[in-house]
């Protein structure tokens, strides 16, 4: 997964805001905050990693599945793309 690699440094910030909003959030759930304020950080951290989930998925999809894969390759990284997605969205 090259695009993972030469990606790495976006990926990576991508992930540190990920953790520092999780440490906010379990900050928030420790000192007692609002309902409201917790259920907009959960959906701050959702967004996010979905966000991460849609770059890394774009980055295999463009460089596994595009015009320069063989046939082969394409219907193996296809069925490797459908098994993440279904894991990721149960």
Do not use: F, W
Not at 27 to 34: A, D, K, V
Not at 51 to 69: F, N, S
């Amino acid at each position: 997964m090259t695009h993972t690699i030469t990606g790495s440094a976006k990926l990576l910030a991508r992930v540190r805001r990920i953790k520092g909003q999780a440490a906010a959030l379990e900050g928030s759930l420790g000192e007692g905050t609002e309902c409201m304020a917790v259920l907009q950080q959960i959906a701050a951290i959702r967004g996010a990693v979905n966000g991460l989930m849609l770059e890394v998925l774009e980055g295999h999809i463009r460089e596994h599945l595009g015009p320069d894969a063989s046939a082969a390759q394409r219907a193996e990284d296809t069925e490797a793309v459908v098994a993440a997605l279904r894991s990721y969205l149960k």
